[in-house]
């Protein structure tokens, strides 16, 4: 019987916040779907984790939540294909990560995206110039996540 009560609880409490969820996994879902991340919703996914927006903003309100911080991450239109290393940048900056030495000297997108390579954050090709797809933004994502809380 206790089961069954937690079964209950746990199903009405699902339909109750579903709403609060559910443009979060619009995003996920259209970003996933992308061979080439689109600059807002990388933007979103981002500013979402650090939250720095709400899951239920949209890719546009942190676009303008971005255009807020002074972290010298170049925006671009919310359709733009994003590039490893604009987002490795835009990873670092949103996460407060710390680089190494020519991070620190020359801090932009070509070495964020070297730190996070040298960190093993990024699989395979690492160069800071080519396009990501959408999968590839959820996966780096996850891995500075996890990187972060190990560290803390």
Not at 106 to 132: C, H, K, M, N, Q
């Amino acid at each position: 019987m206790k089961k069954r009560g937690v079964l209950v609880f746990c199903l009405l409490s699902s339909w109750w916040t579903a709403p609060l969820w559910a443009q979060s996994n619009a995003v996920m879902d259209s970003l996933l779907a992308q061979k080439q991340a689109s600059f807002g919703d990388a933007v979103y996914m981002a500013m979402s984790a650090v939250k720095l927006v709400p899951e239920t903003a949209s890719p546009a309100d942190a676009i303008k939540a971005l255009k807020g911080e002074a972290w010298g991450v170049s925006v671009l239109a919310a359709d733009a294909p994003i590039t490893l290393g604009q987002y490795a940048f835009l990873l670092m900056r949103a996460f407060k990560m710390r680089g190494g030495l020519m991070y620190s000297l020359f801090p932009g997108p070509r070495y964020a995206a070297r730190e996070l390579a040298y960190d093993r954050l990024i699989y395979g090709d690492a160069s800071p110039y080519r396009t990501v797809s959408g999968r590839e933004v959820v996966e780096i994502l996850g891995s500075v996540m996890r990187y972060e809380e190990s560290r803390s």
